[in-house]
C-alpha cells in the first residue's frame, strides 16, 4: 500500500477541488496538475523558500515518480 501525501508531507494541505495549470517561470511551459499535484509543488516551493533543501529533494523524488513529465515541466 502506498503512503498518502499527508503522510510524506507532514501538515501539507490541499485547498485545490479542480486541476489546475501551473506555469514555470523561467521556461514559461506550463502543465495541469492534480489538487495533490499543486499541494505538493507547493510544498517544494516553499520548502525553497525556508532553504529546507530535504524538503525539496523529498517533493522532487515524489514528482520523478508520481508524475515525471510534470517534473520535466516545472522542476528539471
Known sequence: ?????????????ILDKEPVEVKNPFSGESITLTPQ????????????????????????????ENNSKAYMVLLD
Do not use: T
Not at 54 to 59: A, L, P, Y
Open 1 to 13: 500500500m502506498s503512503k498518502s501525501i499527508k503522510d510524506i508531507f507532514p501538515g501539507i494541505m
Open 37 to 64: 499535484e499543486v499541494a505538493v509543488y507547493d510544498y517544494i516551493k516553499g520548502c525553497e523558500l525556508l532553504n529546507d533543501y530535504d524538503g525539496v529533494e523529498n517533493g522532487i523524488d515524489w514528482f520523478i
